[in-house]
């Protein structure tokens, strides 16, 4: 594993006014246990964890809660899963900034319950008014290249494109639409759905994104832990191979072995 | 970089009568320069370096060849590309024995001049007589799962399928036939080309590759070191991702923040 | 070709107060003459036939324009291509029913130049306008479920999702959006760009689309009388092949040729 | 209807000594009933028919069969399907012509049961044999360019690549295969697995196929005399569409309807 330490470690990421070193975020839905889920965490390398509003219990601060099993140094990302409109997510907004959670936020506004796709209508009109508010809003949004820049010229922190369906292990379904909002945006993009093993989030991390995050394939995964690791790692390569610059694809084969000018040693 | 050291090792992979800790194999074409390619090599981590024989200059051994350029503790696999017959390849797999380079060998036998597609008959005669000789013979191939099976069957060490033509950066263009393969045969599977970056190479890992072996994706990219790092990581992500057990492909969504039982925090 | 004339016609699709019997809607750009645009319309059967308003020379009636080589007894269908806002759009459509083309628009409203990617606030935005106008509005946009269901409340007489982006010939890139609208808006789907080929109208209407639009497929087939016959047939192919119920895709074999039960005559 | 009625009718294509006027060849395995079976060969437009040989009752001519079901004027092709040697196949083609069915045949020598896949080597030289003794064989074979020149080369009448596993309607998985065995060899193509709807059976056509053999796609449709009629118009629609010449397909969008030099008539 020594051979794993080499020089090239990656350049944080800034959103907000906040600074992460992993570029792999993580969710903490659907684990068996608070514990599988802390050694996932810590195993993921993650300083930013996404948290459902919903499911902390603000009322009761004696009562333990899944931000107890949170590494130190995350950050909390409070997120309005389950919101299905701009008016609901912004009071979701509200009761983390009251709460003291911050004012960073992961704002989904859903549009489908079957597919989770956000309301784009919704979504735009949220960001508006959350940015307005002095939040740092990180938008979960349909792979769709004009609705990026609407939503970075509402100011935006972070647009999350979805790659496929949330919980659907797909992965980047049209990777061209990753690399068309990485090429229309300037602020950080984080792919946000549907990654589903390590090679999903390489896929991802190459095509342009600047973050991924992963909750399901992490958390249901016959072995959490290990495949924490491998999406860490995962994401280290997807953006090691993007900055190292890949070979273009081309239709038919090119010879890895020059034979020209050699000696022929065969027939 | 620190968290990259946990304790999830790559179990050793055997082929023949070797055993590789690494499981990225990388061939020697295409590089600019000897200097560049030692440096990815070491990078890449790899412990099995493919060289095509007509490169190397048998007949004058004070010359520098390529084999300098190769790190210490590397096996080399003699290749016998650029072969269009199984009794020119069959010649070729001698003068490597002969040269003292040793009885493993990586036999390539093409039928198509424009896709390097393996001739499925000469490539089957060849293994079967090379392995009479005694070679250990590590096969590329269409990826046919019946094809497989024949050639494990013949004796083959390594079935090595491609995963898309030599070169063209496409990576693994069915999945389940590498799946299907794996299914079928006992011995290490090796996707053998196509690889175009590293999500490609982890894609082959979770499919069931025990290795892959990569040319032209690292000595062609931008920046071949960084590559070969990454490509390093991606087959690490790769093998732990299959290990860690991925949660299946589904068409629509699954909430991955359960909100069931949850105060209504929102309207 | 008798053959071909067997008792089942489509159904005619209704858009708007229209009826129309053909559901192959054409273009009428980049054709090398208006003579060949004419037999191709022809040949289309097409009865809806759609022209950028800019094309149209309204302001001198006696000079031939456009117009005059659209095949009698088709609907003219103008459009609002090119236009890049709400305003601009709404702006077009009045002309159209300024020069007495009708109430029935095609509206597109752009929001990126390079890839004709609609704009979804200014489309939603422009929607309601005219249909609060009295338009039967025939929306071009992204492949978004939750937009599609916007376009149907704001009133659209037809939602026109792309397939792939205009002119590109990539045909429907995600299948599984084309169903998810169709599974969620009651007024006509007609898939609106990206068809490239037969084969594309034909899975665009077993995917569910009611009517297809083609313009660039035919317009710069090297032989556009001969491709509009070709995409007249594959939407009859398309549309019957959905209604006649398609096997369900699985992954592996299934054999077409039971030997249960059977003599086995062979060895 | 009438208008499908143009003068582009299908160019004969001839196999061995014969000539047929459909590119659709249909199966007979699978139908509920031998009454659908005919109706939907009828509405096919079929010429060339195959049959399990096994399924004919060989041995007492009074009994009724699955041949008196078969449409005046078609030609039976008896397939071996269901052998898994040379040897069992070539039994099976010479019961064929003892029973005067003729010598044209059909091809199949399985090499996995679970995927009905192809075995190359018992396929070549089943092919071999059955030429020599003046058979005119109909070769199904994997998607392998290198191997279909080999079938060629061994004297097949017609080579039969699978587009994807028989019976899984996962239609034409890697169209490139099939454009590079087209190249590859002069013998009529023939698609001959894993066709599900109607634009598959369009894809293989446009992609070079000459034609296209269906059987459970049509058996097990829901209406197999709709969908019989489905895939003759698509087939006839792909082989159009091919000879039209398709424009080509390009990431980005390509206006259709050009502004330039047009009255800006807009804001």
Redesign the interface.
């Known amino acids: 594993?020594?051979?794993?330490?080499?020089a090239?470690?990656l350049p944080p990421v800034r959103i907000g006014s906040r600074t992460f070193h992993s570029r792999l975020f993580v969710?903490?839905?659907?684990y068996e246990t608070l514990d599988v889920m802390k050694q996932a965490l810590e195993?993921s390398?993650t300083e930013l964890v996404t948290v459902?509003?919903?499911?902390v219990n603000?009322n009761n601060p004696n009562e333990p809660t899944i931000l107890d099993a949170i590494p130190q140094g995350c950050t909390i990302l409070p997120?309005?899963?389950?919101?299905y409109?701009a008016?609901?997510?912004i009071?979701?907004a509200h009761?983390a900034r009251a709460a003291g959670i911050g004012d960073l936020i992961k704002l989904e506004v859903i549009?489908?319950q079957?597919?989770?796709?956000?309301?784009?209508?919704g979504t735009?009109e949220a960001t508006r008014q959350l940015v307005e508010e002095g939040f740092a809003v990180m938008v979960y949004t349909?792979p769709?290249?004009?609705?990026a820049?609407?939503l970075e010229r509402a100011g935006a922190a972070a647009v999350m494109p979805l790659g496929s369906?949330?919980?659907?292990?797909?992965g980047v379904?049209?990777v061209?639409q990753i690399q068309?909002i990485r090429a229309?945006i300037s602020v950080p993009l984080v792919v946000d759905?549907g990654i589903?093993?390590?090679?999903?989030?390489?896929?991802a991390m190459?095509a342009g994104a600047d973050a991924v995050l992963v909750?399901?394939?992490i958390?249901?995964?016959?072995?959490?832990v290990?495949?924490a690791?491998?999406?860490?790692?995962?994401v280290?390569?997807?953006?090691?191979?993007r900055?190292?610059?890949?070979?273009?694809?081309?239709?038919?084969?090119?010879?890895?072995?020059?034979?020209e000018g050699?000696?022929?040693?065969?027939?």
């Open positions: 594993m020594d051979n794993r330490n080499h090239k470690d969710g903490t839905g659907k195993a390398g459902a509003l919903r499911r603000l997120n309005t899963a389950g919101c409109s008016e609901e997510a009071q979701v009761l549009g489908d079957n597919l989770l796709w956000p309301d784009p209508v735009l349909a769709d290249p004009v609705l820049a609407h369906p949330i919980g659907s292990g797909q379904l049209d061209r068309r229309r759905a589903g093993s390590p090679s999903d989030a390489a896929l190459e909750n399901t394939a958390a249901r995964a016959q072995d959490p290990a495949m690791a491998a999406m860490r790692e995962a280290w390569a997807g953006y090691w191979g900055m190292a610059g890949r070979i273009p694809r081309v239709e038919d084969a090119q010879p890895s072995s020059p034979v050699m000696p022929r040693v065969g027939a």
